[in-house]
């Protein structure tokens, strides 16, 4: 699979976990999905280090 469709199927998971969290945000597992589509949208920045630096 080609980088660029690793990192866009990383956002397109990464706003799906917001977009749902969001909907649910008057619940604690609610809140705890946004944080984990945040943490997913900054994955992107290590995937493309790990790219750049030395992976793949």
Do not use: C, H, P, Q
């Not at 199927?9 to 969001?22: H, P």
């Not at 909907?23 to 995937?47: C, H, K, Q, T």
């Amino acid at each position: 699979m080609d980088e660029l469709n690793v990192m866009l199927f990383i956002v397109l998971v990464a706003l799906l976990t917001m977009t749902v969290g969001f909907a649910a945000r008057e619940r604690d597992w609610g809140i705890a999905l946004i944080g984990l589509g945040i943490v997913g949208v900054m994955s992107i920045l290590g995937y493309k280090m790990y790219i750049t630096f030395g992976g793949v």
